[in-house]
């Protein structure tokens, strides 16, 4: 490709809106072009990675058995409404009419869909397992699309989905997919992190992420350094600091005027955090409920909104608050009976704690469960912090941020059970088919890839997923010696399998000709000068070397396949 | 791939849905699934054979010198009301809002965010000529879909736009395109007829359709037999028979009971068709329109909309006729004032027409323009039809039906002027980028592929396109001899770079798995026998040979090839 007739324009300075590194030199490089919020065109460069991508993946997913196939995007609503997804989903699923006034989602995800192509061609166990997968454009009304690709609107995604006669298949099934993942992250040269996750929307029973650790990530990973624990930080587990469990003293009513958060009250009375306990209210589906947990301690929300069962949860407004007759500030369950009530096990660890009188500017001392306040729900639903102990080896744990690549979960028989997906087992009895799902955002691993492998001067391309293998500078085209000799090269690199970007401008300088060659980051720079060509020579530096090295003409094809060849 | 795995049951009849060929052949051989009207999945076997049509497209669309990018199915609907095609796709655009109220398209079609790209990335006459495409799934909200992957809701386009700096420019990308598209279509055995079409709703000057010939096909394609003029018939232009014009009578009221129909009325006063003139009412944009044409006419409605620049265009109700006044079956625009009026040149063929007197029973002899009735707008709106002559060669016209499968169409400067994408010419002047666009249906490809290519066992796959080349039949999987020969040679043809289905089912008869090689149609089957065996051979036959051949086990990688390679 020559580059004068690229459609893509090179950026000199960082885009105002660019918040991480992969969204900056995405933009600046010329890869993606945003056409509304969270929605974007890829441009001939990112294109071609993209494609590199996919096919990676395919051959990842074709080794390890599965079938490619295309399921649509437009579907009907009522499919989703018998899995109760339609609700579960809620605004992040595009919904439209057709012109006949029929509800149509735009798929974020297709196990309803692919349960029902499984059930109209699988009867036995003989049929089973099967691993279905396609790449395909999916669409999640993001609320708040950020980072260049991460979060994005319409995204490309591989997404594959397994059938198995039983628990154990699943587990195969999983095992493969997982080893899938790995390779094909190694093979974009993403490190990852593979970390027990919720599942979400998605339903359910185990499940985990890839996650890239990059300090932009917007998921927070906590990590055991000795025993290699990881789970993502809505769903780890961990155990927190215990607290002694005092002789229960008499309730006593204390005046704490303008003591309205924890770390103030604590310092006004003279106690740690830990010997607190914490009210906090949520509206879950728009019920107010009213949450203890002792004062050191976070909610996790995912571990609540699966605790409640609900399909939308968030702190509840001032005015839902006040309208339950709740006194924000200094509120406890003590005497609470119009509200659900729910707490979390640490409530019994430790005692006589302050607690809130339900009156403003006044606490209790001593506040002791369940003597003197009841919960309708005790759950964990403790956010496992950064210097928590491991679950399993007690070693402190840590956290750190991370953006998810990849997600897999076991399914079971939920939704092969709800849309009668059933097989005859070696018995001749029927039995729900066992299903797992697992999903790569394609375009988010091109940011992933760029996030891990950038510069200063601009994008690292691992030599797999990039655009072309060289970047071909020709300095002073004008000259007929340097023109004839830089096209020819390009041809016999083309000739002989590498793929080639062409700086053939006339009008651009060798400065910036060298800094776009930094910034768009393919693997190789050879340049072509008249200065090299009266040494029969051209000047080839791999991207993250320092040191250029001079290569005769008739051996630049031999060159540059060895540097492309992986170490 | 093994047939014990494959994810497809092929049905021993015909789907009763199925109206062509290809519809109920890609039901039965298992190649798709309904999800929705208009909406498919398309399983394992017919997603590779998409695949290899997309590559096919890929490569001519490379060689051409175009560029590969990716834009975006959802697009702000502000985008569509700046070029005014919100209004002009009307109900065939899927359209949403998205969380926060916003409106979005789901896009039929890619000119405006394409035009918005060039425009960031084009400046001067050096950057251009310019062309990008896209595989791309496309939605419209097609009023009937039918035929399978015919006329569908959701489909994989490709779609491409030229970019030039002028007329001369544009002309050679137009051709370039349309050379690559006869290579597709030649590539994939479907022979088309490249016609003059009209433009719709995309716009511009120029425009070819190209369609495979078939009698279940929606278009009608006229074409003259002498000098190869082809157009569709909604484009079409060809002479009717002139009618000599007669010295002017006066005109002369006649009682006509009972005659309602153009027919029955030239019965009863024994006049040609040809010596009428027939009055059409239909409603623009809701306004009702009265058309008058010489009544061995019809009218071409996609003429007429033209000619009337409006979105909607259709037959007007008999209350809007009755609410306007007019009287159906006896009205003629003599002394018609109140309703907008559009007459055919044809009225001015012939003379001393017979016309409706605009009240029951009633019509006048002797009707002449302009002396008896006026118009606002005469303007060629007559449908071309079988007989009429060549306006080329005067050669008698006839009439195919036939299935588009690509649409080329020069769009000129109206997207670039209404969205300002300019660009420097060679004098430092700002011009408008002249632009072209160009369609193929990559999934419709497949339907006119089968369409074109089978026989009453099943599909005749061509093999380029085919999703595998060989379908590998063992007979009596039970005996270890079979099994064992069955496998190795599956895995020498894979070795050999050939694409096997194996047919390993153990449940089936020798019978099913014939009908089903020859149902799904691969170019070449190969079958495992203790028969074949006992003389160390296999039988190979292709297709649409009607005899086996016996091939030595180890001769087969080799014959195979010998058979697949193109002739």
Redesign the interface.
Known sequence: ?RI??????TLRDDPPEAETASHRLMLRA?LI?Q??AG??????LA??S??KVEQIVREEMDAA?S??????????MELWEQTGRAAAFG?NM???E??RGRP?A?APTHEE?VT???K???QSY??LP?I?Y?MQ?K?R?E?RPRAGLVRV??FTMKDAYSFDAGDAGLDASYQAMAQAYRNVFRRCSIPVVMAEADSGAIGGKDSHEFLLPTDTGEDTVITCPSCGYAANAEKASGVYPDQPIPEPLPLEEVSTPGMKTIASLCEFLGVDEAQTLKAVFYAADGEVVFVTIRGDLDVNEIKLKNALHCNELRLAEDEEIASAGLVAGSASAIGITNVRRVADPSISSGGNFVVGANKNDTHYRNANYPRDFVADLVTDIALTKPGHLCAQCSTPLTATRGVEVGHIFKLGTFFSETLGAYFLDSEGEQQPITMGCYGIGVSRILAAAIEQNHDDRGIIFPAPIAPYDVHLVALNMADEAVAEAAVDLYDRLWAAGIEVLFDDRT?AAAGVKFNDADLIGLPVRLVVSPRNLRQSAVEMRGRTSEEAEMVAVDDVVEAVRGTLQPA
């Open positions: 490709m004068s007739r690229l459609v893509t324009r010329g072009q056409v509304a929605i974007y065109a890829y441009l001939p294109w071609r993209l494609r058995g079938q490619e196939l295309r399921m649509p995007a437009l579907q009907p605004d595009f919904s439209l057709d012109r149509l735009l869909v029902n192509i499984v109209g061609n699988v003989r049929d099967v279905l396609q454009t669409f009304d609320p609107r319409e009008d």
